[in-house]
């Protein structure tokens, strides 16, 4: 696993990103939000007849931004994330719900869900992105065995490509990246905008092949504009959207 002690954090960036996660100002950030990516529109739209017939587990859920869009519109509800006050943020946000709706839970650690017990899993807003790569596999595994058969994923995350970076700022934060390993594993952890977390990038292409050995068929690949991902010609844009169903 790549060595990613970064100046100005702590060596287990886990722990950290959850602590920044749990902040205050973090929680209440997310739970004004409310509107869907270009990407998440387009494919809630494409797979809506099957989301509306679909058990939903909805897993890094922040302050309920999807809960919005998917509460009405499924056959049931399910949602987790792994920071505590993101769930409280949720509950107060949806009383009308019952408080079991909303639940503590780890993408890594699905072990409170049954096997084949989701019809369609969503994992956006990039909560994929803020574990280690080994644990990336391990949390794809746990998503594969909650799902039934054939049932649908959605997840984002960022792109590679994105990197090097335009703003020269953010750009000399990453004094760390050694290129020749980037090219090579086709993933890197990195600091960028959002400079209070550290961050996991992947080359859409690397990511595919994750996602085959993982027992998914992808079913569409979209850019930052909802647009499909143009592999020849990749954009540098910063999040790419999956939709894939498992094998």
């Given at each position: 696993m790549q060595d990613t002690k970064l100046s100005g954090f702590v060596d287990n960036f886990d722990e950290h990103n959850l602590q920044v996660y749990n902040l205050r100002?973090?929680?209440?950030?997310?739970?004004?939000?409310?509107?869907?990516?270009?990407?998440?529109?387009?494919?809630?739209?494409?797979?809506?007849?099957?989301?509306?017939?679909?058990?939903?587990?909805?897993?890094?859920?922040?302050?309920g931004r999807t809960t919005l869009h998917l509460?009405?519109?499924?056959?049931?509800?399910?949602?987790?994330?792994?920071?505590?006050?993101?769930?409280?943020?949720?509950?107060?946000?949806?009383?009308?719900?019952?408080?079991?709706?909303?639940?503590?839970?780890?993408?890594?650690?699905?072990?409170?869900h049954a096997d084949g017990a989701y019809r369609f899993v969503l994992l956006t807003g990039n909560s994929l992105d803020y574990i280690s790569h080994d644990d990336r596999i391990r949390a794809l595994r746990e998503v594969?065995?909650?799902?039934?058969?054939?049932?649908?994923?959605?997840?984002s995350t960022h792109s590679l490509h994105a990197f090097p970076?335009?703003?020269?700022?953010?750009?000399?934060?990453?004094?760390?990246?050694?290129?020749?390993?980037?090219?090579?594993?086709?993933?890197?952890?990195?600091?960028?905008?959002a400079d209070h977390v550290v961050t996991h990038y992947i080359y859409p292409h690397v990511q595919l092949r994750e996602l085959d050995s993982g027992g998914f068929a992808t079913l569409?690949?979209?850019?930052?504009?909802?647009?499909?991902f143009d592999f020849a010609s990749p954009p540098n844009d910063w999040m790419v959207h999956f939709m894939c169903r498992t094998t």
């Amino acid at each position: 696993m790549q060595d990613t002690k970064l100046s100005g954090f702590v060596d287990n960036f886990d722990e950290h990103n959850l602590q920044v996660y749990n902040l205050r100002g973090v929680v209440s950030d997310f739970g004004d939000r409310s509107s869907l990516y270009p990407a998440e529109a387009v494919l809630l739209e494409k797979y809506r007849l099957e989301i509306e017939n679909a058990d939903v587990l909805d897993i890094g859920v922040g302050g309920g931004r999807t809960t919005l869009h998917l509460l009405a519109n499924c056959r049931s509800y399910r949602a987790v994330d792994y920071a505590p006050g993101m769930i409280d943020v949720c509950r107060r946000r949806f009383v009308a719900c019952p408080p079991e709706t909303f639940a503590v839970g780890d993408v890594r650690d699905l072990a409170a869900h049954a096997d084949g017990a989701y019809r369609f899993v969503l994992l956006t807003g990039n909560s994929l992105d803020y574990i280690s790569h080994d644990d990336r596999i391990r949390a794809l595994r746990e998503v594969r065995r909650v799902l039934a058969r054939d049932g649908l994923f959605l997840f984002s995350t960022h792109s590679l490509h994105a990197f090097p970076f335009r703003d020269p700022v953010v750009q000399a934060r990453n004094r760390h990246a050694d290129a020749a390993r980037m090219a090579t594993q086709g993933w890197y952890h990195l600091v960028d905008y959002a400079d209070h977390v550290v961050t996991h990038y992947i080359y859409p292409h690397v990511q595919l092949r994750e996602l085959d050995s993982g027992g998914f068929a992808t079913l569409d690949v979209l850019d930052l504009k909802g647009q499909p991902f143009d592999f020849a010609s990749p954009p540098n844009d910063w999040m790419v959207h999956f939709m894939c169903r498992t094998t």
